[in-house]
């Protein structure tokens, strides 16, 4: 069965304290690992897509990484505007995106 | 319009009642997705177009739900005899091209059934 899991479910960091998310998949078909960020009320948002294992990809203070297996979501140096829900989800042949549970972060200042 | 649009923003219904609830995706977007996303869970899929025709409906939970995208742009999620457990936020996605390499998302048709 097709599976994303994320952990840890919710994580609370100092501001400036850096930190790793990780997004665990069983999948079958993998075309790409994709990471959101959901903030409340509102849908959520692109941040990056990885193909392949290996692969690296940087926005600001976030590194997203790919193995075989998992998935990191790297946050160097947050600041309280990053509060927020991180979702990952693989996509897979037959264009099915499956969703983890996504890990709730508040950087407190 | 800039991005995609659900109306309504929240939606209340006594049990046993119908909704429909809308997406406006982007213009020219191929692919449209439905998800139900439960408090503090991820979002699930429900059901997939690309233009007017309707590829996955896999995860439509039962035959009370239903969603059409008659002319390619536009879609209703129409829930039919609503129940408590349909409670939840809908989410609508769409996509520019069929490989839906990356989804945009709405913020969503919060619907409480009482």
């Known amino acids: 069965e097709d599976q994303v899991t994320q952990s840890p479910e919710a994580l609370r960091l100092q501001e400036g304290e850096s930190s790793s998310l990780n997004c665990s998949y069983t999948v079958s078909g993998l075309r790409g690992l994709f990471w959101y960020r959901q903030d409340p009320g509102k849908g959520p948002e692109f941040l990056f897509t990885?193909?392949?294992a290996g692969e690296e990809k940087e926005k600001e203070r976030l590194k997203a990484t790919l193995t075989k297996k998992e998935s990191f979501l790297h946050i160097t140096a947050p600041k309280p505007e990053d509060s927020a829900t991180y979702l990952c989800?693989?996509?897979?042949?037959?264009?099915?995106?499956?969703f983890g549970t996504g890990t709730s972060l508040t950087v407190i200042p | 319009g800039a991005g995609v649009s659900q109306s309504p923003r929240y939606k209340v219904a006594k049990r046993g009642q119908d909704v429909a609830l809308r997406c406006d995706p982007i213009?020219?977007?191929?692919?449209l997705f439905w998800y139900q996303q439960a408090l503090g869970q991820g979002p699930e899929f429900l059901t997939y177009?690309?233009?007017?025709?309707?590829?996955?409906k896999s995860g439509l939970p039962s035959d009370r739900f239903f969603a059409e995208r008659p002319e390619g742009s536009v879609s209703t999620l129409k829930i039919q005899r609503t129940q408590q457990e349909d409670s939840a936020v809908y989410l609508c996605?769409?996509?520019?091209?069929?490989?839906?390499?990356?989804?945009?998302f709405g913020s969503g048709t919060q619907l409480s059934v009482l």
């Open positions: 996605a769409s996509s520019f091209t069929a490989a839906n390499e990356k989804l945009f």
């Open positions: 989800a693989a996509l897979v042949t037959g264009n099915q995106f499956y």
């Open positions: 990885l193909y392949s």
């Open positions: 213009s020219g977007h191929v692919s």
């Open positions: 177009f690309q233009n007017e025709a309707q590829l996955d």
